[in-house]
């Protein structure tokens, strides 16, 4: 029965990826935000990019227009994706604690639903509204397994995903649902100790990174204060501007490279 639970999990969450839309990115970065709003901003951000790449720093139309879509393209994903990310860390540090305070309400004999309305009353934000969630979602005839479920969608965390798979295991075979909520808090707790323990020794690789990247950017500008008529032929001719398109290429494939070699998923 566990195998056949984490195996229809796995599957879900193979057809959530696929079909994952920009409407789900806002919601999983907690924005109350409408979906026209966000592409009359990217525009904006885009123009705004592509006007100042052209005027100010005086580069050819095709570089600004590279530019200006990559600000309408990017730079707004990027940032949901970077609230959403800050969202999720978030989440994390304070979710161990909600799962005590349920095994704590259950050993007092508070039902379930019960529980779920404590955390979502005590918790602050964001675990106590997505709880919140779960238990308004009962109210309209929205089971436990499926509010989970919601929330893995709002929240992509595998910390949620096993709770998600402790309740389900629970509601199907029964057993001491506080033991398995009991022991599904220490696991938690300990893959976070795990994720500091790898983010401590990964620093010193990350800060060499961020010192060979931006390197070149320093001595370009430090050239630029020194001596600007230096560095100007890559700026005004064809030549200089393929050479710096090709230096940009090469340096994102190095950054890519150093990400994966110092970023660990657990």
Do not use: C
């Amino acid at each position: 029965r566990i195998q056949e639970t984490l195996k229809e999990f796995e599957e879900a969450e193979k057809k959530r990826r696929k079909r994952l839309t920009l409407r789900q990115l806002i919601n999983q970065a907690g924005l109350e935000l409408d979906f026209k709003v966000f592409i009359i901003a990217s525009i904006v951000v885009g123009a705004v990019l592509f006007l100042l790449t052209l005027v100010i720093a005086g580069v050819p139309f095709y570089v600004a227009a590279v530019a200006g879509v990559v600000g309408a393209l990017g730079l707004p994903r990027w940032f949901i994706n970077y609230l959403a990310k800050r969202r999720r860390e978030k989440f994390l540090h304070d979710f161990a604690d909600a799962i005590d305070v349920m095994v704590r309400g259950i050993k007092a004999g508070l039902p379930v639903t019960d529980a779920l309305k404590v955390i979502a009353r005590e918790t602050p934000a964001p675990v106590g509204p997505e709880f919140s969630d779960v238990v308004e979602g009962q109210r309209v005839g929205i089971t436990i397994d499926q509010g989970l479920a919601r929330m893995f969608e709002r929240m992509p965390l595998q910390e949620v995903n096993f709770l998600s798979i402790v309740m389900a295991i629970q509601a199907k075979t029964g057993g001491n649902l506080a033991e398995a909520l009991g022991n599904l808090s220490k696991v938690l707790r300990d893959r976070k100790k795990m994720k500091q323990k790898i983010q401590s020794v990964s620093q010193e690789a990350k800060a060499s990174a961020m010192i060979i990247g931006a390197l070149p950017f320093v001595i370009a500008g430090g050239m630029m204060v020194l001596n600007p008529t230096y560095l100007m032929p890559l700026f005004d001719t064809k030549l200089g501007n393929i050479m710096l398109i090709g230096s940009g290429i090469w340096m994102g494939m190095g950054a890519l490279v150093m990400r994966k070699m110092i970023n660990f998923d657990i």
